[in-house]
């Protein structure tokens, strides 16, 4: 499975916008990218995923970029309770049909009244 | 919105024990994961199933079984529990639609498992 690369931690203010960044430099063309949460205990939460074009939902926007090496999601407000730990997840439709998610460290958002 | 609820999210039991952790999800899903997921391993998959009575094996299966009996309920199995199995357990489903790559998976909540 391709990798991604996201930074540790970052830091925000209550109502600024976040872009979270990742890279995924070796991405192929039949891979999604997927955005997934965990706040502190409890179980991942699906954030957002795309293709090619840029995405956007009630929680967040997906911005890939033009050769997909690199995506930011986009949280437009951040609030208090979207403090947690951010992963971007690259599923390949040919991962063996287990569809399993292999979450890496990703980055730890805080945010700061 | 889709909702996967584990039956208990905190779970003590003793070594030697068999021990069931219920998953159910309320959207109609066809595929369904366990995973487990421990500081600096990330999460593992221990099993998944496609459909009613079919399971395949993840990447941790040992020590480890499953049932699928209604398309809406997977169950996991710890056949006798040990120590090592002490983690937070995390069942998640998701749709296949047009491919697995192209479906995000819904997680419950998790359930904490301590063996003693």
């Known amino acids: 499975d391709a990798k991604t690369t996201q930074p540790n931690s970052m830091e925000s203010n209550e109502e600024e916008p976040v872009h979270l960044p990742c890279n995924h430099s070796t991405i192929s063309g039949t891979d999604y990218i997927h955005w997934y949460r965990q706040l502190p205990s409890q179980g991942p939460e699906y954030v957002i995923h795309g293709l090619t074009s840029n995405v956007n939902n009630r929680m967040a926007s997906l911005a890939i970029a033009e050769d997909r090496k690199s995506s930011t999601l986009i949280l437009h407000r951040a609030t208090l309770r979207d403090a947690a730990v951010y992963y971007c997840?690259?599923?390949?439709?040919?991962?063996?049909?287990?569809?399993?998610?292999?979450f890496g460290q990703g980055t730890t958002l805080q945010v700061k009244p | 919105d889709v909702k996967v609820t584990q039956s208990s999210r905190y779970l003590v039991k003793r070594t030697g024990e068999k021990v069931f952790l219920e998953c159910v999800q309320d959207m109609d899903h066809e595929n369904m994961f366990w995973y487990r997921q421990d500081p600096g391993l990330g999460l593992r998959l221990i099993y998944f199933s496609y459909d009613v009575k079919m399971k395949e094996k993840g990447d941790i299966p040992e020590g480890y079984s499953v049932s699928r009996e209604k398309k809406e309920r997977f169950s996991l199995i710890l056949e006798s529990a040990s120590t090592n199995q002490t983690s937070m357990y995390l069942c998640?489903?998701?749709?296949?639609?047009?491919?697995?790559?192209?479906?995000?998976?819904?997680f419950g909540d998790g359930t904490r498992l301590s063996i003693l």
């Open positions: 997840i690259l599923r390949d439709r040919s991962s063996g049909n287990t569809g399993k998610l292999i």
């Open positions: 998640a489903s998701s749709y296949s639609g047009t491919g697995v790559g192209n479906q995000p998976q819904h």
